[in-house]
């Protein structure tokens, strides 16, 4: 063996030797001593202390602190001098190793190299009045040192370590409560001039860290694992964390602070990428989260965020801003579903800088958002949701896209699109109740050119469609309005007032005033307006896009109408109209025609009146006047009012009439038999009745020389009261040219005919020559029949009328 390879061994035998002599010579003092170097350990602990902190006890732990010298304190406590007051402990610890230097001992005073809590509690409080436990901690006055006086070491500890530690930090001034069920916490420090460095790690339950109780806690029942690098900084009286990795949960967070210790405040940064919003969500208070959890990112996202406390107490929450970065996602809100969306998001509680921090100033801002909203792709520069506490909703929204997207996206089927485009601009702002649009204020317009729309529920089919629909604030108009419906075509301009906010508060408060113009109308095209709505399939759209269909099916159906139609033809079947004006409310199941007013069959025609929508059938009312018509038109444009025997084939001249009658029609807009009643007024002029079968019987009975099939009729007046299947006629004068009778009774549409007619056989042909005065007076004059039309086995048949009086 070289020979300096055998001086090296023994010098290192030797200093191992050396040491070994040392440990146990400070084991052996320590032994010796344990009551003096418990009150110098206790001493040196107190150095920076205004109260005391006390232990029962101190064993040696000789192998735990090797090549130093360890003690082990039993049941230590600190309490500061209010204790018995608010009954919290500042420190309580079943046991704490104290490592010590062992030379420090040799020399005659005691330096701590490590302090290991274990098993111990440790409840910084301050009571409602800002009085503090921590106040034992104040400095004492400072002595000045003579120049040539020997001080002991700094308390300058190395090593600090908590094993199974419950830390509270309770402040009832504040509302603040931190508290944290320590696993484990490593500290290694070192004292520089400018204040000390160290690392820390750490393992800890958080049971609590409410910045404000009444809003509850972030990071609830969370897990903090990791490593951090701290140091303190005279310069600042601050401890500065750089950021470094640490787990929160089972993801990786980025975290750094900085704690003013002379302000008590701090800023905490945050930093985390490609995590699901919803973890972060419930990593904070109640109160934030449970806003937050209206929405939802089903893809993960980067989020940066920073938790701010100046320490002054003013504000009593922190400020808290946060930022996120959505790419290509789906984001749920309770409107519906934006796919495909980007867009960078940040929130803050204090949007007005200086202004309080809370809900009342707290702001959720999306930026350079793009994204689908069923099928519509939407771009928004800038979406504000502020007040939170109230939220007022802002942003102006752009889209343009067909029409045919919005097809399977619309909740209850309403709407089938088949062709057209539409092109929005609109600013929005609205009131939030519950994350639902409320009372909005719109500006901006929708126009849409050449649409293809299908209404489900009414069975209209509309083509070449276009509107510009313009939004005033809370009104609503529709101008240069084209719908072509079948043959019909119709131009549109309507105006509803207050509609923004009737829509989601009171729809059937919704007055619509319609205004439409037509060259030439079909009626029959909307006849589905008389029906039930149709029944639907169900919708496979989210609730939320059920719940707004829902909403604009029902504000279609409830909401009134005022309609304004002019046309310059209208056409219905066998009836043809000119010149139509009218003025029709719709109000729910209603249809209310106010006046209207139509050249036909040469004469004029006015009515009021009113539809109600049933489920088997639709009842109606009419008020009419009929100003010189043609009756023979008349009556083949109304389909001869349901009944067969008096037809427009029989009749001929001008009819004049007040029609007060009500009834049932069909769906399909055909008048149910035996369902009018009401009561007819009438003057014929020039009028002719042919081919009439009760009066050709007569003829054939008793005036053969007479032609019946042709009866001219230069005046008429009569009162029919219709009834179901029966018009009871009441008594009638009629002066004809091949006979005058007087008739009453009832005439059975089906069965049921009683009808009295007294006839002179005198013909009228004979008095031709006579005055007024001296036709009335000969009227009756001469044989008179008195015959009675009946029915009997479904025949009609004529005899005498053996009751007559």
């Known amino acids: 063996m070289a020979r300096w390879l055998k001086i090296s061994l023994k010098v290192i035998v030797t200093l191992f030797v050396l040491v070994i002599l040392t440990w146990l010579a400070g084991a052996f003092y320590i032994s010796r001593n344990k009551k003096e170097i418990l009150g110098s350990i206790l001493s040196q602990l107190n150095k920076n202390l205004n109260g005391e902190i006390t232990a029962n006890s101190m064993e040696p732990t000789l192998l735990k602190g090797f090549p130093g010298v360890s003690v082990s304190l039993k049941d230590v406590l600190l309490?500061?001098?209010?204790?018995?007051?608010?009954?919290?402990?500042?420190?309580?610890?079943?046991?704490?190793?104290?490592?010590?230097?062992?030379?420090?001992?040799?020399?005659?005073?005691?330096?701590?190299?490590?302090?290991?809590?274990?098993?111990?509690?440790?409840?910084?409080?301050?009571?409602?009045?800002?009085?503090?436990?921590t106040s034992i901690f104040k400095s004492k006055e400072k002595v000045e040192k003579k120049p040539d006086a020997k001080s002991s070491s700094d308390f300058a500890v190395k090593k600090i370590d908590f094993n199974k530690v419950n830390l509270i930090v309770d402040n009832q001034k504040r509302f603040k409560l931190f508290n944290f069920n320590i696993d484990q916490i490593q500290g290694r420090l070192k004292y520089p001039d400018s204040g000390w460095t160290g690392r820390i790690k750490l393992k800890t339950m958080v049971n609590s860290f409410a910045f404000n109780t009444k809003k509850g806690s972030f990071l609830k029942d969370k897990l903090l694992e990791g490593t951090?690098?701290?140091?303190?900084?005279?310069?600042?009286?601050?401890?500065?964390?750089?950021p470094e990795v640490l787990n929160i949960g089972e993801h990786p967070f980025k975290i750094g602070a900085k704690i003013d210790l002379a302000k008590a405040g701090f800023n905490i940064s945050i930093a985390v990428d490609q995590i699901l919003f919803k973890e972060v969500a419930l990593l904070l208070s109640p109160n934030i989260s449970s806003k937050l959890l209206k929405f939802g990112i089903e893809k993960p996202v980067d989020i940066r965020g920073n938790i701010i406390d100046d320490g002054s107490g003013k504000y009593g929450d922190p400020l808290i801003k946060v930022g996120i970065k959505v790419r290509d996602n789906v984001v749920s809100i309770p409107a519906g579903k934006l796919t495909e969306a980007n867009f960078d998001g940040s929130f803050t509680n204090q949007d007005t800088v200086g202004g309080v921090i809370g809900d009342e100033n707290s702001s959720i801002k999306f930026h350079r958002l793009t994204a689908k909203y069923f099928n519509a792709p939407l771009k928004i520069d800038t979406f504000t949701v502020n007040n939170l506490s109230r939220p007022i909703a802002t942003g102006l929204v752009t889209s343009q896209f067909p029409l045919s997207n919005l097809n399977n996206s619309l909740g209850t089927n309403d709407f089938e699109f088949k062709n057209g485009t539409a092109n929005l601009r609109l600013y929005c702002k609205a009131d939030i109740d519950n994350f639902l649009f409320t009372k909005p204020v719109v500006s901006g317009k929708i126009q849409i050119a050449d649409a293809d729309i299908l209404y489900i529920p009414r069975s209209l089919h509309l083509v070449k469609s276009a509107l510009n629909i313009n939004f005033n604030q809370n009104d609503l108009s529709i101008r240069n309005g084209h719908f072509q419906l079948g043959k019909s075509e119709l131009n549109v301009d309507c105006s509803i007032a207050n509609f923004a906010n009737l829509y989601y508060t009171d729809p059937d408060k919704i007055l619509v005033n319609l205004k439409m113009n037509s060259p030439q109308l079909y009626l029959n095209e909307f006849l589905p307006f008389l029906g039930p709505r149709t029944a639907k399939k169900k919708s496979k759209s989210t609730n939320s896009m059920k719940t707004a269909s829902k909403e604009l099916s029902n504000v279609l159906e409830v909401s009134k109408m005022n309609i304004r139609l002019t046309v310059g033809k209208a056409i219905y079947d066998k009836f043809t109209a000119k010149n139509l004006d009218a003025d029709i409310s719709l109000r729910g199941e209603g249809i209310y025609l106010n006046k209207i007013s139509v050249a036909h069959a040469g004469g004029l025609l006015s009515l009021n009146g009113n539809i109600i929508q049933e489920a088997a059938s639709n009842s109606f009312k009419i008020n009419s006047k009929i100003s010189h018509v043609s009756v023979s038109d008349f009556f083949y444009s109304f389909d001869n009012f349901g009944q067969k025997s008096i037809t427009s084939k029989n009749l001929k001249g001008y009819l004049s009439s007040l029609v007060n009658i009500s009834g049932r029609i069909a769906h399909n807009g055909k008048i149910m038999p035996r369902s009018i009643n009401g009561k007819v007024v009438f003057n014929l002029n020039k009028a002719a009745l042919t081919n009439f079968e009760p009066l050709e019987k007569v003829g054939k009975l008793a005036f053969a020389n007479r032609n019946l099939s042709d009866i001219r009729i230069n005046n008429l007046d009569g009162i029919l009261n219709i009834r179901g299947d029966k018009i009871e006629i009441s008594p009638m004068q009629i002066n004809s040219s091949v006979l005058n009778l007087n008739v009453k009774g009832i005439y059975g549409i089906t069965t049921g005919t009683n009808i009295e007619m007294d006839i002179p056989l005198r013909n009228p042909k004979g008095d031709e020559n006579l005055d007024r005065t001296q036709k009335r007076a000969a009227r009756m004059r001469g044989i008179v029949l008195h015959l009675k039309a009946f029915d009997e086995n479904g025949e009609l048949k004529v005899r005498w009328n053996k009751e007559h009086d």
């Open 228 to 242: 951090l690098s701290a140091h303190y900084s005279k310069a600042e009286d601050a401890v500065i964390l750089d």
């Open 79 to 133: 309490r500061d001098s209010l204790w018995s007051r608010h009954k919290h402990d500042l420190l309580k610890a079943e046991d704490i190793d104290v490592s010590l230097n062992v030379l420090s001992l040799i020399f005659g005073s005691v330096n701590i190299n490590q302090i290991t809590l274990n098993n111990a509690s440790i409840y910084l409080y301050t009571d409602s009045t800002g009085y503090s436990n």
